[in-house]
């Protein structure tokens, strides 16, 4: 089966260090979302790209987050600086956006720990 | 925008059925979808309501009645390994999902 793959599944730094995560969508999916999950909140959409291009990133803080998709294969997060209350699981999904009932499709999540 | 409601948790015995409600209010409404999610793990798609009714697939069944804003996941013949967080999930513009915070499945011998 096709899966969604996300790199690396753990991630432990300092506050104040940058943190890239990266994620491949399934092939042929053309749209890609970013998700933070916490206890207290939730999923919570950060971003989200059609077509490599953004089309949503209201949910993510932009002085310290930014979203890319280099190319189809790559999607990118990263927090510079990164600062303890981002302490969370970071999903990647991706669905391909041709007719109502398609899911998105998650990858195994970032889990990210910022002492 | 999106406001979605669950119950966050539930506790059911093996072999009985369990119903889990979603209430939502949204200013856009693209289908709905129920996603399950064990501890540690990547959420999983389960089903998807765009009409009214009931959409049966296997154990699980998912209702939507889009006038009340209402859906329900009905899980039978319930096994352990059903013990998960089940997330409600409505989808607005695009291809855009807004989850609500999950209800928290415990299946009891």
């Known amino acids: 089966d096709a899966r969604v793959t996300q790199t690396p599944r753990h991630k432990v730094t300092e506050m104040g260090q940058e943190v890239t995560m990266r994620c491949q969508p399934i092939?042929?999916?053309?749209?890609v979302f970013w998700y933070r999950q916490t206890m207290m909140q939730g999923l919570e959409l950060l971003a989200y790209f059609r077509n490599r291009a953004p089309l949503d990133d209201s949910g993510m803080p932009k002085d310290r987050f930014s979203a890319e998709m280099p190319d189809a294969t790559l999607a990118t997060l990263k927090i510079q600086p990164s600062e303890p209350r981002d302490s969370a699981v970071y999903f990647c999904a991706s669905g391909r956006e041709v007719g109502g009932n398609q899911p998105q499709h998650f990858g195994d999540g970032t889990r990210l720990s910022i002492l | 925008g999106q406001n979605i409601d669950q119950p966050t948790e539930m506790t059911a015995t093996e072999g009985a059925i369990v119903q889990i409600n979603c209430t939502y209010q949204?200013?856009?409404?693209?289908?709905l979808f129920w996603y399950q999610q064990h501890a540690g793990e990547a959420p999983t798609f389960l089903s998807y309501?765009?009409?009214?009714g009931l959409e049966e697939k296997g154990r699980f069944s998912s209702f939507l009645s889009r006038s009340k804003g209402y859906s329900y996941l009905l899980l039978k013949e319930l096994q352990m390994k059903d013990s998960a967080s089940y997330l409600c999930?409505?989808?607005?513009?695009?291809?855009?999902?807004?989850f609500g915070t999950g209800t928290q499945l415990k299946v009891e011998l």
């Open positions: 092939l042929g999916h053309n749209t």
């Open positions: 949204t200013s856009g409404f693209n289908g």
């Open positions: 999930a409505v989808r607005g513009g695009g291809n855009k999902l807004t």
């Open positions: 309501n765009v009409l009214d």
